[in-house]
């Protein structure tokens, strides 16, 4: 009996130990099948499927009449999926002599990686085709190297309207952080710039897959059965206000021009017909690897290439700020149209210094339409004393300045318009007299406007009072579903009666077509065009030169502006918008009825 207890007891242990190990290896399986089998499915389906992303092209960007302004064209890519790539010495060789790039630079492209290992990681971009065959004739020797058919931006106007236009480049990892809930992605491309930038979310489109069988070696037996590829959408289409062909003549206009801002607008609406910024830059360079030379000189300090001087540009408005002041001392009483204030001998004496007029010589003895006709600025010195900051201050900020126009690209400046506050502030209480908003009044001193408010202003103006907010984007026609239009938008109504609106616009046409205007280098024999110049200090070098316009004065239908960095005078850059208005009267409009 003995005997037999010990024999039964290792029969007993072997039991307990196999029951153990079964348990373990059920448990195992349940891990396996049950809870993790998702997972494991994935892995092995990932190991037989290569997942090919197709990126969708962008929608187009057109003109108002619908003529192409940017377009895209397919392009190679060189991919690299991590999840089958093997990094031995002899596949970077051959890789690094197919491409005719560095080892470096393919750790880096990796290091950066896509969002999960099966995703495709850009080595090179643009790539031709007689690389593309070398590669799929010997793809066995490039194991989990692929290539893709990409869509790239063109720009067949080059310079045209870039800074309005745009331009788009890869996704920062800054710029991934803020916008990967939007479902952007590593190696996207987005707006950088412009129409670009602002409507990056319509453009973009949505990114298709194709899905390919594949053998442990990496290559493609076809298409997965059963399992259909998503087709890529494309990005909607944008209609812009801008017109190709008026645009080429704005940008004809500025062709000589160093640093400054051409800019058309309808009135009627606040639609942007053109908008050059100079100097400006090429859109074709970043459809390519740009050089550090080259990017140098797209940053240049000295002429910022990249920067919008349209909406970002910030200067004193010099006399064309005499209209504000004018409109003012209307409506508070101060002024009409046939007061004559103390004549203008060239100066005049203002607590403890002589406040000078342009003209040394004086204007003599004239009303409030000479005044605004001959820019007269002892005239609206007396006009600012009776104003005082206050008004002036008020009536300048509901006028549109000191604040976003709301235009529909950005970054925008808001410029700057004092108040009793800042000079307090500034100089303490008591510290600061009324000659400051003499300065002010003639648009000088510490005002400052963008060249964009300043359409903005004399476009409403034009229209009888309403501040439309200016727009470069007429229409959204997405590839699926009805267009959006893009309503105008107002901005409210300028802080004047209708009375005094009158007597600025009689003045304005006068300032070209009076005997003594300042903007005689503006008249049209067959359109009467009203306008404005300005010449504003500036403390570092030349002054600037402002010219505005528009026309035909009794239903204005069109408004130019014009500022020339360094340009010394207002009225010698009346000639560009004079021929502007000729050609958009004369050949433009008759052609659209």
């Given at each position: 009996m003995k005997s037999r207890q010990f024999s039964i007891r290792p029969i007993r242990v072997l039991s307990v130990a196999l029951s153990v190990a079964f348990l373990i290896l059920i448990s195992a399986v349940f891990n396996l099948q049950i809870i993790s089998g998702e997972y494991y499915y994935r892995l092995s389906e990932n190991n037989r499927i290569r997942i090919v992303p197709k990126r969708a092209p962008r929608g187009r960007i057109l003109d108002r009449k619908g003529k192409v302004l940017v377009d895209n064209r397919p392009t190679y890519t060189i991919s690299i999926l991590p999840f089958e790539f093997t990094k031995k010495p002899e596949v970077i060789s051959r890789l690094v002599d197919l491409l005719s790039i560095t080892p470096e630079e393919i750790d880096?492209?990796?290091?950066?990686?896509?969002?999960?290992?099966y995703a495709p990681v850009p080595i090179k971009r643009k790539v031709d085709f007689t690389t593309v065959s070398e590669l799929q004739e010997h793809l066995l020797d490039y194991p989990g190297v692929i290539y893709e058919v990409e869509p790239q931006r063109v720009y067949p106007w080059r310079s045209h309207a870039a800074h309005a236009i745009g331009y788009i480049g890869e996704i920062s990892a800054p710029e991934l952080r803020d916008l990967y809930r939007l479902n952007y992605k590593a190696g996207d491309f987005i707006g950088k710039l412009g129409i670009e930038k602002s409507y990056d979310t319509w453009l973009r489109g949505k990114d298709g897959a194709e899905f390919f069988e594949v053998r442990v070696t990496g290559e493609v037996v076809g298409p997965v059965q059963g399992r259909p590829n998503i087709q890529a959408i494309s990005g909607a289409d944008i209609i812009s206000t801008i017109d190709l062909e008026l645009q080429a003549l704005a940008e004809t206009l500025m062709a000589n021009v160093e640093s400054g801002v051409f800019i058309a607008m309808d009135p009627r609406n606040g639609e942007v017909l053109s908008m050059v910024s100079r100097p400006s830059f090429d859109l074709e360079l970043f459809t390519k690897t740009i050089t550090d030379s080259i990017w140098d000189l797209l940053n240049c300090r000295e002429t910022h290439p990249l920067l919008n001087r349209a909406i970002q540009g910030t200067y004193p408005p010099?006399?064309?700020f005499k209209l504000v002041t004018a409109m003012g001392a209307v409506d508070e009483g101060i002024a009409n149209e046939k007061t004559h204030l103390q004549a203008c001998h060239g100066s005049i004496w203002y607590g403890d210094r002589w406040f000078n007029c342009w003209n040394r010589q004086g204007h003599g003895d004239i009303n409030l339409i000479q005044a605004?006709?001959?820019s007269c600025d002892v005239y609206f010195y007396q006009l600012s004393l009776h104003l005082g900051l206050d008004k002036w201050s008020e009536l300048a900020s509901a006028s549109g300045f000191g604040k976003p126009t709301g235009i529909d690209i950005?970054?925008?400046?808001?410029?700057?318009?004092?108040?009793?506050?800042?000079?307090?502030?500034?100089y303490g209480r008591g510290g600061w007299g009324h000659g400051v908003v003499m300065n002010l009044c003639i648009g000088q001193g510490e005002i400052?406007?963008?060249?964009?408010?300043?359409?903005?202003?004399?476009?409403?103006?034009?229209?009888g009072g309403t501040i439309y907010k200016p727009k470069l984007v007429k229409e959204i026609r997405p590839p699926m579903g009805r267009p959006l239009i893009v309503e105008n938008e107002k901005n409210g109504q300028l802080p004047a009666s209708a009375v005094a609106m009158r007597i600025v616009r009689d003045g304005m046409v006068q300032v070209v077509n009076g005997p003594k205007g300042t903007g005689v280098w503006a008249q049209l024999p067959d359109v009467k065009v009203a306008g404005k110049t300005g010449t504003a200090q500036n403390p570092h070098g030349l002054d600037h030169a402002w010219f505005v316009a528009y026309a035909p004065?009794?239903?204005?239908r069109i408004v130019v502006l014009t500022l020339i960095e360094h340009g010394i005078s207002g009225g010698a850059w009346a000639p560009l918008a004079r021929d502007y208005i000729w050609y958009f009267m004369n050949i433009y409009e008759p052609r659209l009825n």
């Open positions: 880096k492209q990796l290091q950066r990686g896509g969002i999960t290992p010099a006399s064309i605004i006709e001959q950005s970054p925008e400046a808001v410029g700057f318009v004092p108040s009793r506050q800042y000079f307090a502030n500034r400052l406007v963008t060249p964009i408010q300043m359409a903005q202003y004399i476009c409403s103006i034009a229209n004065a009794e239903s204005p």
